[in-house]
């Protein structure tokens, strides 16, 4: 019996968290990762050279990397005062790759080789992207903040969000990926900078949407500055005003961080979800996933994904 595909969205640390849970599980990995990214090497990158975000798509392979010493590599950040200082190793390898290769799915399909990479790592979008949302100040004053960098590290509350350009291109992988996938993943991760940016885009949240894959969601432990005041519940609240026909399957979440369920509860309902709760975070006490503890809370789920696609097999072949 195949594994389960499953197609998983984000960026960042919080996707990173959800790769490394699904490599402890008998899945097909395929990663779509935000390029909207221009803060750091990133964004100078961006500026200098052009070029898609490396920062969050090389989180993404070192997550998946099967061989840790080209991952710690990856990894490496420079120190000093000299150019190279801020940037990562990894960051400069997309970068070349990038350069080398017209098509960017190839340039990650060769660094997926380089890294062993358990899975594949595509990009959202064919070109770099730029998020804006409009906010209300600690004044209570209107107003539009543009960059990720800018709207990740906001002290205002987000009331839209949107991208630049609006209809970005989709690379014909992605959809394929989506298309064929059993299991869609969102989150956890910065919530308007990296969960919602893959449903700001119109073809791949149409994709999403056609899909016949089961849909799950993994909520944060804590807000963070972009989503400060914004409970567990109100996260779903700010997924569903974007979704426009996404339903969920299921929502995990963590029992210590939901604490009362019901608004939780109500929130996933009305995506058409049930609420599954799990410890998933750290048992040190930061607000952090734990992989191993996130890839038991999936397991089952997977199984039930893996165990209807049996069922399904043995019907077509006449049984």
């Not at 390029?35 to 975000?53: C, F, M, T």
């Not at 056609?210 to 972009?226: G, P, Q």
């Not at 109500?266 to 998933?280: D, I, Y």
């Amino acid at each position: 019996m195949r594994r389960p595909r499953v197609v998983a969205f984000g960026g960042g640390k919080g996707l990173s968290v959800s790769l490394r849970a699904l490599r402890r599980l008998p899945a097909d990995i395929t990663a779509v990762v935000t390029v909207a990214d221009d803060g750091g090497s990133s964004g100078r990158l961006r500026v200098d050279r052009g070029a898609l975000p490396p920062g969050d798509l090389r989180q993404a392979l070192a997550a998946l990397a099967d061989d840790q010493g080209a991952a710690r590599l990856m990894q490496h950040r420079y120190e000093g005062t000299d150019s190279l200082s801020g940037h990562t190793v990894g960051n400069l390898m997309l970068l070349g790759l990038l350069e080398i290769h017209e098509d960017p799915v190839a340039a990650l399909d060769e660094a997926g080789r380089m890294t062993r990479a358990h899975g594949r790592v595509l990009p959202m979008s064919t070109v770099p992207l730029r998020i804006e949302a409009d906010i209300i100040d600690e004044h209570g004053r209107p107003g539009v903040v543009r960059g990720q960098h800018n709207v990740a590290v906001s002290r205002g509350t987000v009331t839209a969000v949107r991208l630049d350009p609006a209809d970005p291109p989709v690379a014909a992988e992605v959809l394929d990926a989506v298309a064929h996938a059993d299991v869609i993943l969102f989150g956890p991760g910065s919530w308007y900078t990296s969960v919602l940016p893959h449903l700001l885009t119109p073809r791949l949240r149409e994709a999403i949407a056609e899909s016949r894959a089961r849909r799950l969601l993994t909520l944060n432990l804590s807000e963070d500055t972009e989503t400060a005041g914004l409970s567990l519940a109100g996260h779903l609240g700010a997924f569903a005003k974007y979704a426009d026909g996404v339903t969920i399957d299921w929502v995990i979440a963590d029992a210590r961080a939901v604490g009362y369920p019901d608004p939780v509860e109500s929130a996933a309902q009305s995506l058409g979800a049930r609420l599954v709760l799990a410890r998933v975070a750290r048992d040190d006490g930061t607000p952090r996933h734990d992989p191993d503890a996130l890839a038991a809370a999936l397991r089952p789920l997977l199984e039930t994904e893996r165990e209807s696609a049996a069922t399904e097999f043995r019907r077509s072949a006449g049984e």
